[in-house]
């Protein structure tokens, strides 16, 4: 740091304390208006002012309710809590008199959905539904911190211009969209600050250590989960939204950047193509709205550049597909209270009241056009229902086959989504693979959110603009290894409405004195499995094709059958009999008291059933990790399989016993100290032990000494996120239970692993024309085709890509579980690469 640097921070230090103490009117609009006693300012109501300190979210919450208590305009509706038991809370304010008609105003919105009705609405009167949703990003802190001031501001002033808002409008604000990560970012900056400001932008204050406040409990970016809704807060987020369908959505977050604030529009060509033509329009006409509060203040800005509106499972750009006009807003961000970075002083004050500033510029755009946006609305589901009786594919055919449980996550999805699911009417063929109307399913395109159904399943292997800032593919059906076909007529094949997944028929489940059986095929068999493992009950996996009589049928059993046997077990015949009926009711999946020993090709005792241990996983975290796939894993076993993980860091693994942990899970690029590595060498040839280890960490695996992985070509181009096909070996223990021939992996960034020199290592490779969706460069999609995805060896398990990509991979994390239960059936041979 030079003198001069120093003296000049040393000297704005001594009044900095004056001038970010910020009152209410920093951060509200100037005007002729009057602010009503009665509703409490945010430091009338928590004693200090808004962003004299980072909000906590149990404040936020009590002044949301308090604003609600205190104003007619005001309704604070809580719906659902996070993983940590934090309330969602979303604010609808309008005036009073429309408080009183909120079911009718809600219901005509609705209609602008419905070309059949829209026509016959009184769209000159109509109030626009707006929305405004803050720091889904929780260490993107002045969101939160600014609704505060607006919905204070909408609450409380009294005058002419507000009334017409109100009037004219049904503001919905969602005051913090990541409520666990926004006071996980609170607590560490109100903890770590110093009250003599400290400008240094290396000061603990603004060193956040991660897993940082941006995710959520487990890590997930919020913000990417808009389409496969794996979370609680998108879930409930959803709820509102559609019951709302709100016309004008906002976004609010911070960048890295102190080039100055972004707003919509983005970069021209990476839109996604379903987006109605006239969107961007009316995007540029919003944003010259920005753009003169910005002048009048100051602010220098920017727009078309930087940020993309492809990937439309974002909260800018999910609107896009329904009706409405989605802005991002991007401020530059201070981390902290106030720093300096690049020669810029960056005060938390100030970027809170850039973003009041840029929520007031929308609402005065909303009210300004509002018939035009919701005359917009209505014309983009009028092209919608065009777009679907024109287009040639009418709608996908859909079969998990017995994978009820897989069935029904993909209906919470589009049930999200408000898509309507329907069951099959009768069997039929289409492409060679047969659909039965039992366990088969129709998706119509001719819904309401037709677009939203397309995005989710459309295939895209041709782009204008091959630069993206996030995925360039995320089509949901392939994501999930579920079969599906296009049709091109829906005609005599759509039956009832599915409210329910269809499920399993239970049937009665007799003692049995020999064994119970039950295939992995159903996506939540492994359930079973882990209780049965954790209960101390003896179980074995046959790892052959088992065909054998129950009673006068005989049954065909797929290599990876679970067989449970009765003899030699801590529990009795009759309380073993107790926990598995109690099984055989609770699940989608079909379990089978055996009546004989016999098989066919081989016996129940055989040694074809080989022994299974349960897993004792340690999930290594800290300095190196990739957090963002690490919580994917953390999520997949917590919440889906309910199977116990501990989360270790790094910097630990010298000092505690390996040997209590039989899994080591490894995902990103580690850098041990070598007693480290050797201990981990020393533990990982233990026959019962397995590190599994995600992309980059094979550099980890090497350095340990137990394989010797190469890139195939280092300099390979960066991969922006691509669905590709890999084909495999049935017999891996890796592919248990998976009845499907194909499987989609969904690969990002630059590795590549060269061809195993080792025999029967390579359990799954490229396909050799790889590409099913996405932007993949020539060059790569030869350097990739045929090469290994995943490889397994001694003491190994290796992932080249993340097989829980968000949360909603279904068919390749299955492969994971996999790896988990069957590691010791892994051939004992060292994994070498070209």
């Given at each position: ?26 951060y509200?609009p ?13 430091k ?17 919450i ?11 305009r005001?309704?604070?509706k809580?719906?659902?809590t ?23 105003i809600?219901?005509?919105?609705l ?27 929780g ?36 005051p ?20 003599s ?82 969107n ?26 930087g ?35 690049n ?37 983009s ?21 017995s ?41 119509p ?84 499995l ?8 003896a ?46 009711q ?10 004989s ?21 340690a ?44 899994t ?43 394989t010797?992985?190469?890139?195939r070509?280092p ?81 190994v398990i ?5 097989p ?6 279904y ?14 059936l ?9």
């Amino acid at each position: 740091m030079t003198v001069k640097k120093y003296f000049l921070i040393a000297f704005l230090s001594l009044f900095i304390t004056t001038i970010n103490a910020q009152g209410i009117k920093h951060y509200i609009p100037q005007g002729d208006y009057t602010l009503n006693p009665q509703v409490p300012s945010p430091k009338e109501f928590l004693g200090f002012e808004v962003g004299e300190h980072h909000i906590s979210h149990d404040l936020l919450i009590s002044y949301m309710r308090a604003l609600s208590k205190s104003s007619d305009r005001v309704i604070a509706k809580e719906i659902g809590t996070t993983y940590e038991g934090r309330p969602l809370i979303f604010m609808i304010i309008t005036s009073a008199e429309n408080q009183k008609n909120l079911d009718k105003i809600k219901e005509r919105q609705l209609m602008l959905t419905d070309p059949s009705k829209s026509s016959s609405l009184p769209i000159k009167e109509m109030p626009l539904v707006m929305w405004f949703g803050y720091s889904v990003h929780g260490n993107e802190a002045s969101g939160v911190n600014a609704s505060m001031a607006v919905a204070y501001y909408l609450a409380a002033a009294q005058g002419a211009e507000v009334d017409k808002i109100l009037k004219n409008s049904v503001i919905i604000i969602q005051p913090a969209q990541n409520p666990d990560g926004i006071n996980r970012f609170a607590d560490w900056v109100n903890s770590s600050r110093s009250y003599s400001y400290v400008l240094d932008q290396f000061s603990r204050e603004f060193r956040e250590p991660a897993p940082s406040g941006r995710s959520n409990h487990y890590w997930f970016d919020l913000n990417r989960d808009w389409l496969p809704v794996q979370h609680p807060e998108t879930r409930h987020r959803l709820k509102i939204f559609m019951d709302w369908h709100p016309t004008l959505v906002n976004d609010y977050h911070e960048q890295g950047s102190t080039n100055g604030t972004y707003f919509s529009p983005g970069i021209k060509n990476s839109t996604n193509p379903l987006a109605p033509e006239l969107n961007r329009k009316l995007t540029e006409d919003i944003s010259l709205y920005h753009a003169k509060a910005m002048n009048e203040d100051g602010v220098l800005f920017f727009t078309k550049e930087g940020y993309d509106n492809f990937y439309t499972g974002k909260g800018a750009s999910y609107p896009d597909m329904l009706g409405a006009i989605g802005i991002l807003y991007e401020q530059p961000s201070s981390r902290g209270h106030i720093q300096s970075r690049n020669g810029v002083l960056l005060k938390f004050t100030d970027i809170i009241r850039y973003q009041a500033l840029c929520t007031y510029s929308a609402i005065n755009a909303g009210i300004d056009k509002r018939e035009e946006l919701n005359r917009f609305k209505a014309d983009s589901y009028r092209e919608s229902q065009d777009m679907a009786r024109k287009g040639a594919v009418k709608g996908y055919v859909i079969s998990a086959g017995s994978n009820i449980s897989l069935i029904k996550e993909l209906n919470n999805i589009l049930s999200a989504h408000s898509i309507n699911l329907y069951e099959l009417q009768r069997d039929i063929t289409i492409n060679g693979k047969s659909f039965n109307s039992k366990n088969s399913y129709v998706l119509p395109l001719a819904q309401r959110e037709y677009r939203l159904i397309r995005t989710l399943f459309d295939k895209t292997t041709s782009y204008i603009d091959t630069t993206f800032y996030d995925v360039s593919a995320w089509t949901l059906p392939l994501a999930m290894n579920i079969i599906y076909q296009e049709l091109l007529s829906t005609e005599g094949l759509v039956g009832e409405k599915v409210v329910k997944v269809r499920e399993r028929i239970r049937t009665e489940l007799p003692l049995s004195k020999l064994a119970y059986l039950f295939e992995l095929s159903d996506l939540y068999s492994y359930k079973i499995l882990y209780d049965l493992l954790n209960r101390g009950v003896a179980v074995r996996v046959g790892d052959k094709p088992l065909r054998i009589s129950i009673g006068d049928r005989e049954l065909s059993l797929s290599a990876g059958a679970i067989m449970v046997p009765v003899r030699g077990q801590q529990l009795s015949e009759a309380e073993l009999h107790k926990v598995i009926l109690q099984h055989s009711q609770d699940s989608e999946t079909d379990i089978y008291s055996a009546t004989s020993s016999f098989g066919v090709e081989f016996d129940l005792g055989s040694a074809h059933f080989k022994r299974v241990s349960i897993p004792k996983i340690a999930l290594i975290v800290g300095r190196g990790v990739s957090y963002g796939s690490m919580g994917e894993l953390w999520h997949l076993l917590d919440q889906k399989y309910s199977i116990p993980a501990s989360i270790i860091d790094a910097s630990l693994l010298s000092e505690i016993d390996l040997n209590q942990y039989n899994t080591i899970v490894l995902s990103g690029n580690y850098r041990l100290p070598k007693e480290v590595n050797d201990k981990l060498k020393n533990w990982s040839l233990m026959s019962s032990n397995a590190i599994i280890a995600i992309d980059q960490s094979f550099n980890t695996l090497n350095e340990i000494g137990i394989t010797d992985i190469k890139e195939r070509s280092p300099g390979v181009e960066n991969i922006s996120g691509v669905i590709l096909k890999a084909t495999f070996s049935n017999e891996s223990p890796i592919f248990y239970g998976v009845s499907s021939n194909e499987l989609f992996l969904f690969k990002r960034g630059r590795t590549i692993i060269s061809e195993s020199v080792t025999p029967g290592s390579t359990v799954a490779k490229y396909a050799d024309k790889p590409l099913k969706s996405g932007y993949l460069p020539n060059l790569t999609n030869e350097t990739i085709k045929g090469m290994p995805a995943i490889l397994a060896g001694n003491g190994v398990i290796y992932f080249c890509d993340a097989p829980n990509f968000r949360g909603y991979w279904y068919g390749a994390s299955r492969l994971f579980i996999n790896s988990l239960f069957f590691r010791e059936l892994i051939p004992s041979t060292k994994i070498q690469t070209k």
